[in-house]
C-alpha cells in the first residue's frame, strides 16, 4: 500500500506546472489575431502617468450588475500623441492589442492611440467610409484629372458668407479674371454633407472646373466633408475638382477623392487660373530669345564672309563670295520663316488669351448692341421667365429701359 501512495505521488508531482509553464501557456493561449488590432471601449479608472511618460490605468464597465475590467498600458511615445489628457471616469475608445507580460503573470490591454468616446466613434465611422470608398475606386490615382489651362468659368462650393469666397474672387481678380459662378451651401452642421453634394451637382455643365473650399476647423466642423454623399458628387462631377477644406494639416475623404486638394482656399484660386502678367513675360522672353538668337547667327554669318573675302585668292574671291552669298540669302529667308511661324503661333495663344478674356468679360456684349432682359435684379435667360403684362427692365451699355410685357412667344411657337 505504502508503495501504490509512493508512485501515486511521483506521478502528481510530474503533473504539478511551475509558474513560467502556466504564464507561458497562458501567453500562446492569448496569441490569437482576435486580439490583435482592436478597438475597445470602458470608462478610464486609476490612470497615472509616470514620470517616465508611460500611462497605467484600466478601462472598465459596468453590464448585468458586475463591472469587468482589463488592465491598461500605454507607452510614452504613444501616450505624446495624445490631443487629451485621460482623467479617471472618462469615456474612451482605445486602439491596440492584448497580451500577457510572464514576469508578472499580468494580461495587459497594450494601447498604440486612443481618442474620446465621441469623436473616437467618428473617426472610426471616417475609417469605415475611407475603406468603402476606396473599395470602389474613387480615390484612385487614374481617375485624377489635370486642370483645365485657361477655364472661363470657375464654380465654388462653399459658404455665401465669410472669409472663403471673398480670399477665392481676390486672387482670380488679381491673376485672371474669369466668371466665378457660386453655388451656396452651409458647411458645417447636420445638414451639411447634402447641402454639399446638392450644389456640386447644380454645377454640372455650367463651368471648366470646380472649387469646393472651407476655412479651417475642428475634425467635428469638417466632418460633413467626409460623408459618402459628398465624396460620390466629388466623383461625379464632368470637370475637374479642387478641393481645399480647412488647413494643409486637416486630411479629408473630400480631399482624397478630389482631381487635386489645395492646402487653403486662396491655393486652390492660385492653381484654377494662371498669372496673366506671368504669361506676359514668358511671351515677352520668348521673343527676346528669338530676336538674340537670330541675331547672333547673322552677325555669324556675317563674321565668316568677311573672313572668306580676306583669305581667298582674288581671283576666287567672287565665286566664293557669291555662294556665301546665296546661302546667307537662303539662311535670312529661312530664318524669316522661322520668326513668321513663331509669330503666328504667339499670335494664336494671345488671340486665346483675348478670347478668354474677352469671354469673362460680362458687359462685352453691351458694347455690341445687345441688352440685358433682368427682373428683380436677376438677369432673364429664358422667355419662359416672363409674363405678359409684367415689368422688366432692359439694360444697355449706357443706361437702361423700364418696358412692360405685351406678348410672350416661345420658340417652339414661331
Request: charged share 30%; glycine share 6%.
Amino acid at each position: 500500500m505504502g508503495g501504490f501512495q509512493d508512485s501515486e505521488a511521483v506521478r502528481l508531482i510530474e503533473e504539478v506546472l511551475s509558474v513560467a509553464e502556466v504564464t507561458t501557456i497562458i501567453k500562446e493561449v492569448l496569441d490569437d489575431e482576435r486580439l490583435r488590432d482592436i478597438w475597445v471601449r470602458g470608462e478610464v479608472a486609476n490612470f497615472k502617468c509616470h514620470s517616465s511618460g508611460h500611462c497605467y490605468f484600466s478601462l472598465s464597465e459596468q453590464r448585468g450588475g458586475k463591472t469587468y475590467a482589463i488592465d491598461c498600458i500605454m507607452w510614452r511615445t504613444d501616450a505624446s500623441t495624445l490631443n487629451f489628457t485621460p482623467a479617471s471616469g472618462m469615456d474612451v475608445i482605445g486602439f491596440g492589442y492584448v497580451d500577457h507580460y510572464p514576469p508578472q503573470g499580468r494580461t495587459q490591454f497594450y494601447i498604440r492611440t486612443m481618442r474620446q468616446a465621441g469623436e473616437g466613434e467618428k473617426h472610426l465611422l471616417v475609417e469605415r467610409w475611407k475603406r468603402e470608398l476606396a473599395a470602389e475606386g474613387l480615390f484612385a490615382l487614374e481617375r485624377k484629372r489635370l486642370l483645365p489651362e485657361f477655364p472661363v468659368r470657375v464654380g465654388v462650393v462653399t459658404s455665401p458668407t465669410g472669409a472663403v469666397i471673398e480670399d477665392i474672387k481676390n486672387v482670380i481678380r488679381r491673376r485672371f479674371p474669369v466668371e466665378i459662378i457660386l453655388s451656396p451651401t452651409s458647411v458645417q452642421g447636420d445638414t451639411a454633407h447634402r447641402e454639399i453634394a446638392a450644389a456640386i451637382r447644380r454645377l454640372d455643365g455650367l463651368v471648366d472646373v470646380i472649387i469646393v473650399a472651407r476655412g479651417g476647423g475642428s475634425f467635428e466642423d469638417l466632418f460633413p466633408f467626409n460623408y459618402p454623399e459628398v465624396i460620390r458628387a466629388v466623383a461625379a462631377s464632368p470637370c475637374p475638382v479642387v478641393s481645399a477644406i480647412g488647413h494643409e494639416v486637416d486630411v479629408t475623404l473630400c480631399d482624397l477623392a478630389a482631381d487635386v486638394r489645395a492646402p487653403t482656399p486662396s491655393a486652390a484660386a492660385e492653381l484654377v487660373v494662371k498669372d496673366r502678367t506671368i504669361l506676359r513675360d514668358e511671351l515677352k522672353g520668348f521673343y527676346q530669345l528669338l530676336t538674340r538668337g537670330i541675331m547672333e547667327r547673322l552677325d555669324l554669318a556675317t563674321r565668316e564672309v568677311e573672313e572668306l573675302r580676306l583669305h581667298l585668292h582674288p581671283r576666287r574671291l567672287q565665286r566664293r563670295v557669291s555662294e556665301r552669298r546665296q546661302e546667307l540669302e537662303d539662311f535670312v529667308e529661312s530664318i524669316h520663316r522661322t520668326i513668321e511661324r513663331r509669330l503666328e503661333r504667339y499670335r494664336l495663344l494671345l488671340g486665346q488669351l483675348s478670347t478668354a478674356m474677352e469671354a469673362a468679360n460680362p458687359v462685352a456684349p453691351l458694347d455690341r448692341g445687345y441688352c440685358l432682359a433682368m427682373k428683380g435684379g436677376k438677369i432673364l435667360r429664358s422667355a419662359r421667365d416672363l409674363k405678359e403684362k409684367e415689368d422688366v427692365t432692359l439694360k444697355m451699355k449706357d443706361g437702361a429701359a423700364d418696358v412692360r410685357v405685351e406678348k410672350v412667344t416661345y420658340e417652339q411657337d414661331v
